[in-house]
């Protein structure tokens, strides 16, 4: 009698959205570090690419789905490698800083994008572009499940404090 017992999150999900994820950002960093770039970094160039203005810090985090001190480390290894430049734009608050590309960074970009299709073309293997739009639907509906708050810790004495 078999006795092996399958884990607990084989048919998870999460597990294997989780575990795509791992893999694609394993074979972006791959590529990226011919480069000496990491995964992560070459969407705030393909960002600020498509900007005709630079953009704050707390824009690109919001574009990007996270914090800003995140987006901050990874501007300031950009502008290490000359690929992006940190402009104080305010005349009141020398707090605000924007991005843009350098001209270094903006020759950069073609590359960038071709690695990205790459990828993208490895990834979406073996689907017909029905399957692609279903997926990119299904994906944004789980976005959109995880982007309201959660309020599973919530107990019945924080809900009356909130009335």
Same mark, same amino acid.
């Given at each position: 009698m078999d006795t092996k017992r399958k884990h607990p999150t084989e048919?998870?999900?999460? +597990?294997?959205? *989780?575990?795509? #994820?791992?893999?694609?950002?394993?074979?972006? =960093?791959? +590529?990226?570090?011919?480069? =000496? %770039?990491? #995964?992560?970094? @070459? !969407? *705030? %160039?393909?960002?600020?690419?498509?900007?005709?203005?630079? *953009?704050?810090i707390s824009e690109l985090a919001a574009l990007l789905g996270v914090k800003p001190p995140t987006v901050s480390k990874t501007v300031s290894r950009l502008s290490n490698l000359k690929l992006? $430049?940190?402009? /104080?734009? /305010?005349?009141?608050?020398? +707090?605000? *800083?924007?991005?843009?590309?350098? $001209? @270094?960074?903006?020759? !950069?970009?073609d590359w960038i994008n071709s690695l990205w299709d790459k990828t993208e073309a490895e990834l979406s293997a073996g689907f017909d572009e029905k399957d692609q739009r279903r997926l990119r639907k299904l994906l944004r509906r789980i976005i959109r499940n995880f982007s309201e708050p959660d309020?599973?810790?919530?107990?019945? /004495?924080? @809900?009356d404090s909130a009335t």
């Amino acid at each position: 009698m078999d006795t092996k017992r399958k884990h607990p999150t084989e048919k998870s999900l999460g +597990r294997l959205i *989780i575990q795509a #994820a791992r893999l694609h950002r394993n074979r972006l =960093n791959s +590529r990226l570090t011919d480069y =000496n %770039m990491v #995964a992560g970094q @070459e !969407q *705030i %160039m393909q960002i600020l690419a498509t900007s005709d203005k630079p *953009i704050s810090i707390s824009e690109l985090a919001a574009l990007l789905g996270v914090k800003p001190p995140t987006v901050s480390k990874t501007v300031s290894r950009l502008s290490n490698l000359k690929l992006v $430049k940190r402009l /104080s734009t /305010s005349q009141t608050d020398n +707090r605000v *800083i924007h991005v843009a590309l350098t $001209k @270094e960074g903006q020759k !950069q970009i073609d590359w960038i994008n071709s690695l990205w299709d790459k990828t993208e073309a490895e990834l979406s293997a073996g689907f017909d572009e029905k399957d692609q739009r279903r997926l990119r639907k299904l994906l944004r509906r789980i976005i959109r499940n995880f982007s309201e708050p959660d309020t599973s810790n919530v107990t019945s /004495s924080d @809900e009356d404090s909130a009335t």
